[in-house]
């Protein structure tokens, strides 16, 4: 099994930036690609980027310019760079990672955007 613990999550202003950490441990080694998805209230969750363990990424339309999605696998640690913010970025955000052992969820961190 994989574990992953999100970090970095808060309060910020339209415009502002944040970035979100998450760290694997567990069977990393299983890892085959990880991602960040997020729900809003009302909303069903959605991706919002994800990296392959060869480094590929793919973002949602709605980030794409403003986000970037990179990992450090001497950290065992995945990465969200948020910026240029905007309200509608406000959710729940959660890591994921896709391993041989299945699907794995962080507990999820909270992001707020005020206008």
């Known amino acids: 099994q994989v574990q992953l613990v999100e970090s970095g999550g808060g309060l910020v202003q339209a415009g502002g930036s944040l970035r979100l950490s998450c760290a694997a441990s567990g069977m990393i080694f299983s890892i085959n690609a990880m991602g960040w998805y997020r729900r809003a209230p009302g909303k069903q969750r959605e991706l919002v980027a994800a990296?392959?363990?060869?480094?590929?990424?793919n973002y949602a339309a709605s980030v794409k310019g403003r986000f970037t999605i990179s990992r450090d696998n001497a950290k065992n640690t995945v990465y969200l760079q948020m910026n240029s913010l905007k309200p509608e970025d406000t959710a729940v955000y959660y890591c994921n990672a896709d391993s041989l052992h299945g699907i794995s969820w962080g507990q999820g961190t909270q992001v707020t955007v005020s206008s």
């Open positions: 990296i392959t363990s060869g480094s590929s990424t």
